[in-house]
């Protein structure tokens, strides 16, 4: 259902496609992003010299959570003609491989102003276990609507 901003209210819940994480979707983002951190390919490294993380093996990109946050953003604003504008994110934590992530939103507030018409949205990134994985706050913008004429 295409929603638009006068339609929303605030608690209103945007859902978000599941992402299922394997070795080869952490070594592809790799390669698309050219960050070959070893802490993303090297179970040894993990195991090793990096152990105060004590992660016990490789993990996801932190931005692989970003990509799944605009993609339901994008997916949901611009069905309605909305901008994705902003969005802050915090990591809290690690998501292995064989992890299922979910990004929800909930619409926090919104807002008029004499050029647009904002949503402020609260973020999450769940894994298959409930755990909050990473949090976040995102801006959408909506053109105001001009009014038809007769």
């Given amino acids: ?6 339609t ?4 209103d819940v945007i859902d978000g496609v599941p992402f299922s994480v394997t070795r080869e979707t952490i070594r592809e ?3 698309g992003s050219l960050d070959y951190n070893p802490l993303h390919l090297d179970d ?9 993380t004590k ?4 993990i996801m990109h932190g931005m692989t ?9 994008t997916d949901w604003a611009y069905a309605a003609d909305g901008e994705h504008r902003r969005l802050e994110t915090r990591w809290k934590s690690p998501v292995k491989p064989g992890d299922t992530i979910t990004p929800s939103g909930v619409v926090k507030s919104k807002q008029v102003t004499d050029k ?13 276990r409930d755990e909050t994985v990473a949090t976040g ?5 909506f053109p105001p609507r001009v009014p038809a004429t007769t």
Avoid: H, P
Wanted: proline share 0%.
């Fill in 116 to 128: 647009s018409q904002w949503v402020v949205i609260d973020i999450a990134v769940k894994n298959q």
């Fill in 8 to 11: 929303l209210n605030v608690a």
């Fill in 65 to 73: 959570n970003f990509g799944l946050i605009t993609r339901m953003l």
């Fill in 55 to 58: 992660f016990g093996g490789i």
């Fill in 44 to 52: 040894n490294y993990m195991e090793g010299s990096f152990g105060k």
């Fill in 137 to 141: 706050e995102a801006m959408v913008e």
């Fill in 29 to 31: 983002f790799c390669d």
């Fill in 1 to 6: 259902m295409t929603e638009f901003f006068e």
